[in-house]
């Protein structure tokens, strides 16, 4: 149990375009999802908090009109890269808190590689 | 503010040999601490879940500690495989909102 599972894994865009990664819970309910972003050789980097139904919490110095986060229902949340530009190329990883289990671990996704050409 | 640190940055060894991770945190006042390997160009798997009232956990051939009072984690691996190569990653769970502190990881090499 307790599969999180991001789509795209890979993607390739031209500057200018906007590109979406979903994250999904596939065997439980996430009230909380959480993104990061990793560069080359570096830790993770949280990006944001967000809560199913409410608007995300973004970590200082990220940009909320770039990275606009979407947490619509318990299942998914969406990491939409709006008008990505080289430098946006990375790797984004989601995880997800289970609400209805109180181990207090985070579940993660498989990650989503972005290069913007 | 809480920082965590890897140590080493680094590792190779010849394969067989069992092996030790390192892991620091600043504030011991930590809520759980997780261990996480990255295989290259991939996502995070979990290894080791340790919550703060805990010292030590084990899977298979992992065991990893906790010593909160001194701020120290380890990760332990007996006898590596080829298949143990990857980065290593620690994670704090700084409060119960779950928002994580990562060190930097250690890159494994086990050499055949």
């Known amino acids: 149990g307790a599969v999180v599972s991001q789509h795209p894994s890979r993607v390739i865009c031209k500057s200018g375009t906007s590109v979406k990664i979903e994250c999904r819970s596939l065997d439980f309910q996430a009230t909380t999802m959480f993104w990061y972003r990793q560069f080359p050789k570096k830790s993770l980097m949280l990006m944001a908090t967000?809560?199913?139904?409410?608007?995300?919490?973004?970590e200082q110095g990220v940009e909320k009109d770039k990275f606009l986060i979407n947490h619509a229902s318990l299942t998914l949340s969406t990491l939409t890269v709006t008008s990505a530009h080289p430098e946006d190329s990375s790797f984004y990883i989601c995880?997800?808190?289970?609400?209805?289990?109180?181990?207090?671990?985070?579940?993660f996704g498989e990650g989503s590689r972005l290069t913007v050409l | 503010k809480q920082e965590v640190t890897q140590i080493p940055a680094a590792l190779s060894v010849p394969e067989g040999e069992n092996l030790v991770l390192n892991c620091s945190f600043t504030d011991s006042a930590i809520y759980n601490l997780q261990w996480f390997r990255q295989d290259p160009g991939k996502g995070l798997t979990s290894l080791l879940l340790?919550?703060?009232s805990q010292r030590e956990q084990t899977s298979g051939r992992l065991n990893a500690s906790l010593d909160k009072s001194s701020g120290r984690s380890t990760l332990y691996i007996a006898a590596s495989q080829p298949g143990d190569s990857a980065t290593y990653l620690c994670a704090v769970y700084k409060d119960s909102n779950y928002q994580l502190i990562w060190g930097a990881g250690t890159k494994l090499i086990i050499k055949p």
């Open positions: 995880s997800a808190r289970d609400g209805d289990r109180g181990s207090g671990e985070l579940f």
């Open positions: 340790i919550q703060s």
């Open positions: 967000s809560n199913e139904g409410s608007k995300a919490t973004y």
